[in-house]
C-alpha cells in the first residue's frame, strides 16, 4: 500500500493546540476541547490506518471543507481563522498517534487548503513519495 485516503464528513475541527494548549503551573495542559477533537478526530481515522506504522518519508495532502449554506460561497477560500499550520499539526499529532507513521517528522512534503462547501469534510490523502528527495 502506497497510498490512504480517507475522506472524514462532517465540519472540520475549528479548536487547535495553538488554541487549546495552555500553560499553567510550569507544566503545559490541553482544554477540555482539544481533548475532544483529538478524541474524534482518532476515532475517524484508526479504520483507516496500517496495520504497522510506516517507515521512511511521507507526503500529507490535506484539504478542510468548512460548511455554508450558499451555493455561491460553496468552493470560495476560507481566508479566516483557524490557521491551516494549527490545522495540519493537529492532524499529524492525531495521525502519529493512531499509527499512519513513527513519527510526524516523517512528513517531508505537505499541502493544506481550507475552503467553505456545502458539503463539508476533511479529505486526506497520505502517500510514500518517490526518489530521494534530491530531485532525482
Not at 478526530?41 to 511521507?58: D, F, H, Q, R, T
Not at 481566508?79 to 490545522?87: A, E, R, S
Request: hydrophobic share 30%.
Amino acid at each position: 500500500m502506497n497510498e490512504i485516503y480517507i475522506v472524514i464528513p462532517g465540519e472540520p475541527y475549528r479548536k487547535t493546540h495553538q488554541s487549546g494548549t495552555h500553560i499553567g503551573q510550569g507544566r503545559t495542559y490541553k482544554d477540555a476541547g482539544l481533548r475532544e477533537v483529538e478524541s474524534r478526530l482518532m476515532e475517524a481515522l484508526k479504520p483507516y490506518a496500517p496495520s504497522a506504522p510506516w517507515n521512511g518519508p511521507v507526503a500529507l495532502s490535506v484539504a478542510f471543507a468548512y460548511e455554508t449554506k450558499s451555493e455561491k460561497k460553496s468552493g470560495l477560500w476560507k481566508i479566516t481563522k483557524p490557521d491551516t499550520d494549527n490545522l495540519m499539526k493537529t492532524l499529524k499529532d492525531c495521525m502519529t498517534a493512531c499509527g499512519f507513521w513513527w513519527d510526524d517528522a516523517q512528513v517531508v512534503e505537505e499541502s493544506a487548503s481550507k475552503y467553505w462547501d456545502v458539503d463539508p469534510h476533511i479529505s486526506i490523502v497520505v502517500t510514500r513519495p518517490e526518489g530521494n528527495g534530491n530531485g532525482r
